[in-house]
């Protein structure tokens, strides 16, 4: 027994030093300056799985039931522990460059993106971003140039008519948050991305929903396409462009109320960069290239993640370098929800760029929309089989 006594005597000082460790750490970040957001410590402690804590502590009770694995990490190891206080203390991660500078540099929070999949060409230099332009910027109407659309209608349409769309009877709803949203080779004497903004819906991104939504369509699938003017729209509510999410939500908001379950949302949008960051050869044809946003604000995104990595994942895998990949934004990059809260399957897709035009821009909606049906199709098939159909 006095054996047993004098063995349990550092174990117990042990326990002692460590809670008072843990408390003079909390009490040295409490009173410190350094400000945490929860974005960092999650980025602090990605590396720190619950599986790996609770191996941890059943090897440490009972080492019969549990062999380590070689090359396994220690958690509660000094270098470990050291690792993390490091970024805890600092409010730096030496595995990324931008916490370095963020504080210093305010312009660097245009950098908070975080490449969860890096596409052909992607990385902290391209990284894509957004700004709304000022309402009066979308009240500047260009002339189309209109030998670019000639003929585009009819090869947006079926070569045999889409079934007909019941209201009440649609899964996928398509719609566009930045309609304006317009490409320069459409317009006359558009020359730098500022310019690429039109209010007309043949040559903005509502063109682009339309191919979508009777491409889908021609797959069977039933679909809802707002084609909202979103200029006109913030303009009779008196609203800046800056509150075009919240605009979009209110009109996606309707659907949802009068039709419960609707599943998939599709926001399209295109980006501002030039062509030849935006453009890929194909088997000799050109596509705009795609990639995709999740909100991380929202409460679906883990969900949404998984869902466009998988779409992301079936492109890459038939059109090699066709996406530049899947971006998390967080609530600093702007509205870092993105109207995903309403869905586990939100969708918020860029096609091209300010410098596409129609032939890249039709080629690669079209791969989308035949991944997006592939997958579709799947998912219902084995909602069928487990009997939630």
């Known amino acids: 027994m006095k054996g047993l006594k004098i063995q349990g005597i550092p174990l117990i000082f042990g326990g002692i030093f460590t809670i008072v460790l ?38 440490a009770e009972n080492h019969y ?62 990284l894509p971003f957004e700004s709304s332009p000022p309402t009066e910027v979308l009240l500047k109407e260009r002339e189309i140039v209109e030998e670019k659309i000639k003929g585009r209608n009819e090869d947006t349409t079926a070569s045999e008519d889409p079934p007909k769309v019941n ?7 398509i719609y566009q ?13 558009a020359n730098v991305p500022n310019d690429a903004i039109s209010n007309d819906q043949r040559v903005n991104v509502i063109a682009l929903g339309s191919r ?24 009779k509510r008196k609203w800046s462009t800056t509150k075009s999410y919240k605009l979009s939500k209110d009109i996606i908001q309707a659907s949802v109320n009068e039709k419960q379950d609707l599943d998939y949302y599709i926001d399209i949008h295109r980006d501002s960069a030039r062509k030849k960051m935006t453009t890929k050869t194909i088997n000799g044809k050109e596509y705009a290239k795609l ?34 990949g899947v971006f998390l934004k967080p ?27 129609f032939d890249e821009l039709d080629r690669s909606v079209d791969v989308f929309s035949e991944v997006f049906s592939d997958i579709y199709w799947q998912e ?10």
Do not use: C
């Open 22 to 59: 843990i408390f003079f750490f909390i009490g040295v970040l409490v009173n410190s300056e350094v400000k945490y957001g929860t974005g960092f410590i999650q980025d602090v402690m990605d590396g720190l799985e619950s599986e790996d804590i609770y191996t941890h502590f059943l090897r």
């Open 291 to 324: 990639y995709f946003v999740v909100g991380e604000a929202n409460k679906n995104y883990e969900q949404n993640l998984k869902f466009v990595e998988k779409i992301h994942n079936e492109i890459e895998k038939r059109y090699p370098g066709l996406s530049r």
């Open 167 to 173: 209201d009440k009877n649609y899964p996928v709803y």
């Open 65 to 126: 039931f549990y062999q380590p694995q070689e090359n396994e990490k220690d958690l509660f190891s000094i270098s470990y522990i050291s690792k993390i206080l490091f970024k805890l203390g600092t409010n730096v991660v030496p595995e990324d460059a931008r916490t370095f500078l963020g504080r210093e540099l305010p312009g660097l929070t245009l950098y908070d993106t975080k490449i969860v999949i890096a596409g052909e060409g992607t990385n902290l230099a391209t």
């Open 380 to 389: 219902r098939q084995a909602e069928e089989v487990n009997g939630d159909g």
């Open 331 to 357: 609530k600093s990059m702007g509205n870092g929800e993105y109207n995903q809260g309403i869905s586990d399957k939100a969708i918020l897709i860029e096609i091209g760029g300010v410098e596409n035009d």
């Open 212 to 235: 979508l939504s009777n491409k889908l369509m021609e797959e069977g699938i039933a679909v809802k396409h707002d084609q909202t003017n979103m200029t006109k729209e913030l303009l």
């Open 177 to 189: 948050t930045h309609s304006w949203e317009s490409f320069l080779p459409l317009l006359k004497d």
